[in-house]
């Protein structure tokens, strides 16, 4: 699988914080001027290195400065690695107390100021969003049954959290938002539907594979 790609905003700040961690004190329209944007630009980025756990001093006019403990490299992560980390953090924000989860969610908030635009939603965070830890676990135990089965073709029995099952034809596992989800073909409904993995309470192989109808395929489902 590829990896995740960043953005410019991404690049961007992980460069501020670079120019900042030198404990000098840096102005705005320097700053600007280096990067090819505007100074308002610039005191949003800082706002959002703030919010984000990044002890940056200073204020607008004046100028900033920014002393971290440690700072990491720019890293590509792939969507499954960045699933291992939510989780990661989901672990310890929902089972520890005080300082450990005081970090878990300071390094969460990191890093969602630095996932490219196009893959961040306002107003989610990044390990304790959507859904927490107890869903998250109750999900990611079903993967790799589900991607054998849409490799495959096999048909499957789900029973869902909510008591229902359905029978489907697997489709395509997809990850957005923090959730992983799988379109599927339901037999039942005779339609498309998507259904979110961590709602999946037991998955059951059904006898025989299925062959591509028309109607009933991927390339069916990404025409409507």
């Known amino acids: 699988m590829p990896a995740a790609p960043v953005s410019k905003r991404s690049s961007r700040l992980y460069s501020l914080v670079g120019t900042l961690r030198d404990g ?3 102005r705005a329209e320097d700053m600007a001027r280096d990067q090819g944007v505007s100074v308002r630009t610039i005191y949003r980025d800082m706002d959002t290195l703030a919010a984000s756990g990044v002890p940056i001093e200073g204020e607008r006019g004046v100028g900033y400065r920014a002393q971290a403990d440690i700072s990491l490299p720019p890293l590509n992560l792939t969507k499954v690695e960045l699933e291992a980390l939510h989780i990661g953090l989901a672990v310890v924000g929902n089972g520890m107390e005080g300082d450990l989860r005081e970090a878990a969610e300071s390094l969460s908030a990191k890093i969602d100021a630095v996932l490219p635009e196009e893959a961040s939603t ?3 965070g990044f390990g304790f969003a959507v859904y927490p830890f107890a869903d998250a ?3 990611l135990r079903h ?14 029995a789900l029973r869902l959290n909510n008591g229902n099952s359905v029978d489907v034809r697997p489709l395509k596992l997809d990850y957005w938002g923090r959730v992983w989800s799988l379109l599927v073909w339901d037999e039942t409904t005779a339609d498309f539907t998507q259904i979110r993995v961590d709602r999946i309470a037991e998955v059951s192989l059904l006898p025989g594979l299925f062959v591509e109808e ?11």
Not at 143 to 154: F, I
Not at 214 to 224: N, W
Request: hydrophobic share 30%; net charge positive; aromatic share 6%.
């Open 214 to 224: 028309p109607g009933k395929r991927l390339e069916d489902y990404e025409r409507r």
């Open 122 to 124: 306002a107003g989610y």
């Open 24 to 26: 000098h004190l840096h």
């Open 143 to 156: 993967l790799d049954p589900l991607r054998a089965a849409v490799r495959s073709r096999q048909k499957l």
């Open 137 to 139: 676990a109750q999900g």
